[in-house]
């Protein structure tokens, strides 16, 4: 969240500060790459879908370019909830992470920024 305050202060004329950018980057990208084989075995890591889908939107807005971290969150967030129609939420934890809602808004928007970086897999070529 704190690149989403940055990003949109920016935008309303504060002062830009790249380093604060390039740190909550890298914070984002280690944290998920900490777990990239958790989500490559489709278990992801605590807050599920919500912490794949909100991660990946703080890289989107700092302009990260896709890499086998994210390509490993899309791949876990194509199979995590395969057998129904939307994304199941794991927690509680008002407002961001709150329902089935707020799980599939997140999940949707990273497939549809990331999902086209991820190479196509034959075990989703059905899909």
Known sequence: MPLMALTTAWERGFERQDDDLKQ?????????DGNRELYRRGTGQGGQVDTAGYALWMLEIGGWKADETTEAVIEYLLQRDDKVDHWRNSGSRPPSEASDLSATFVAIRALKKWGTAAPARADHAAA
Do not use: A, C, G, Y
């Open 24 to 32: 909550q980057l890298e914070h984002v990208h280690s944290f998920l």
